[in-house]
């Protein structure tokens, strides 16, 4: 999870730097669309009723707030550090403060992620809680390369986004 996490900050960083107003815009179409598709599919997905799904999705609107507030702060160090390595020689001492306030804003960022997924396996069983994991996964993975699509690469042809695929639900027998 962490894998697609840290390439896809990292590619929204870099469009944010381009033009940070379309980059939040982007994130917030992401994640309305991506609130969306979890309302839809999470419960047939995990196999747990719509009760369930709402208590997970007011998990993460609980989070929300926090972990945007994180991203806002990690665009802004990465900006003054863009701004200060501009110049022909840098101050290190100002160069490691805003090191030390990216990772810190980092370390905020995963430390978010973790306690929000702690409270959201509390509600799932364990095969749910697993089933939950790769349904996130595959919505992530269908996010970088929405974002990629979005930064107009040329790699690859836009191809239509579709809802991660659903994994079968079995339930013990009697």
């Excluded at 033009?19 to 309302?39: I, S």
Aim: glycine content about 4%; overall charge positive; charged content about 25%.
């Amino acid at each position: 999870m962490r894998r697609l996490f840290l390439p896809l900050c990292l590619g929204l960083l870099a469009m944010a730097a381009a033009d940070p107003a379309r980059a939040f815009d982007n994130l917030n179409t992401m994640d309305r669309y991506q609130e969306e598709v979890k309302r839809q599919k999470l419960g047939p997905a995990l196999g747990v009723d719509q009760q369930t799904v709402e208590r997970l999705l007011q998990i993460d609107q609980r989070y929300k707030p926090l972990k945007e507030q994180a991203k806002k702060e990690a665009l802004a160090s990465f900006q003054q550090l863009q701004q200060v390595m501009r110049s022909p020689s840098p101050p290190e001492g100002q160069v490691r403060a805003i090191l030390t306030q990216m990772i810190k804003a980092r370390r905020e960022s995963l430390n978010l992620q973790e306690r929000q997924l702690e409270e959201e396996m509390a509600v799932l069983t364990p095969v749910q809680q697993a089933r939950y994991l790769m349904f996130l996964m595959g919505l992530r993975k269908q996010m970088a390369q929405e974002a990629l699509n979005l930064r107009g690469s040329p790699q690859r042809e836009a191809k239509p986004l579709a809802p991660p695929r659903e994994l079968p639900v079995v339930r013990p027998g009697p």
